[in-house]
Every structure is written in C-alpha cells, then in structure tokens.
C-alpha cells in the first residue's frame, strides 16, 4: 500500500523560510514522477512544483526562484525548500507521486497522494 506522508508545515512571517518533506512508503520514488500542489479554501488545487525521474524539474511562475523541489531515492522522500515566503504562499500543500517517468501539473495524473500540510504565512 502506497503512503505519503507530508511534514514541515507550520507558520512563518513573509520574508521566512520552511522546507517541506513527504515521506513515502510501498513504492519507489526513482520510478515515479512527483509534485506539490497547493490548494487554498474555494479554489482550485494548484501545481507548483514537479520532478520527473530523470531529475529534471518545472515551477509554476507564482513559485519560480524561491521554491525548490528535490528528491532523496534512497530515502523515499520528496522536499520543497520554500524561500522569500509571501502572504499568498498560504496554503494547505499535497505531495503527489505518478507512476510514470513524466507528469503535468494536472491532478487527474496523479495515483498517489498525502494529507497534506499546512503552510501559513503572515504579514
């Protein structure tokens, strides 16, 4: 059974840092392409950020240069180094894995899914 399993959510003032990690378990992340999204009340669940297998990555322009996405295979775990944290950035963010090489920032790609964890940030 596939689990992922996000932490380091937690509130910061604009300006600040947090870096977010989803642990998973029951499948190989070399083999799976992931993501993070973010979702706030009454829109849409928004992809910011996503590594394919082969290590190469795409942002969201909201995020460009301030998020980064990385990935440890070994450990099974998917990070976001959020930097230059804005109000805006506020929001509950997924970990999604595709069990395939590539992947779009469409939700319908994705098989698997965390929790989530929410990420606050204020003025």
């Known amino acids: 059974q596939v689990q992922l399993v996000e932490s380091g959510g937690g509130s910061v003032q604009a300006g600040g840092s947090l870096r977010l990690s989803c642990a998973g378990s029951?499948?190989?992340?070399?083999?799976?392409?992931m993501a993070w999204f973010r979702q706030t009340p009454g829109k849409e669940r928004e992809g910011i950020a996503k590594i394919l297998t082969t290590g190469s990555t795409t942002y969201a322009d909201s995020v460009k240069g301030r998020f980064t996405i990385s990935k440890d295979n070994a450990k099974n775990t998917l990070y976001l180094q959020m930097n230059s944290l804005k109000p805006e950035d506020t929001a509950m963010y997924y970990c999604a894995a595709r069990s395939l090489w590539w992947c779009t920032f469409v939700e319908a790609d994705y098989d698997y899914w965390g929790q989530g964890t929410q990420v606050t940030v204020s003025s």
């Open positions: 029951g499948y190989r992340s070399s083999r799976h392409c």
